[in-house]
């Protein structure tokens, strides 16, 4: 076993933001031959919350998780993150229809590339609407 390698790699995997080794394995085989690395993280989550759901829904969950082949958990998790998007980009979508943003600052309030948002615009058939004061501002941005 390379003490060296092994601190090299170590260090390495510690530079990834918000993930800690839990157990680290180096070992060979047969000297001078194949390296065999196992490595354990654990991914720190920030909060606990507890929410009450339907009986549908969580069968829902349960078959998807299923069908996915994820944990409840890590399946929650995705749909939430999902669920999270989507809901700044109908908000995004409001904001600007009422027109409270442009354009561009409704596309980072959505947190997506201005052009999917104009995509989307398109898509949606709203008005895409800008004028010349609503380019000095965001101009301001760039400054």
Not at 26 to 43: A, D, E, H, M
Not at 51 to 59: A, L, P, Q, T, W
Not at 76 to 104: C, D, M, S
Request: one cysteine or more.
């Amino acid at each position: 076993m390379n003490r060296g390698l092994e601190i090299f790699i170590v260090k390495l995997l510690e530079r990834f933001d918000r993930i800690s080794i839990g157990k680290f394995y180096l070992g060979c085989s047969q000297p001078n031959r194949k390296i065999y690395i196992q490595i354990t993280t654990f991914v720190y989550m920030e909060e606990t919350v507890s929410v009450r759901i339907s009986k549908e829904e969580m069968n829902a969950l349960d078959k998807l998780s299923e069908q996915e082949r994820l944990k409840r958990s890590v399946l929650l998790r995705e749909v939430l993150h999902i669920g999270i998007q989507q809901k700044r980009l109908e908000y995004a979508l409001v904001i600007y229809q009422k027109r409270g943003a442009t354009a561009w600052k409704a596309a980072r309030m959505a947190g997506i590339p201005l052009t999917k948002f104009l995509d989307l615009l398109v898509e949606r058939g709203i008005d895409f609407n800008y004028t010349q004061e609503d380019f000095l501002e965001d101009a301001k941005e760039f400054v």
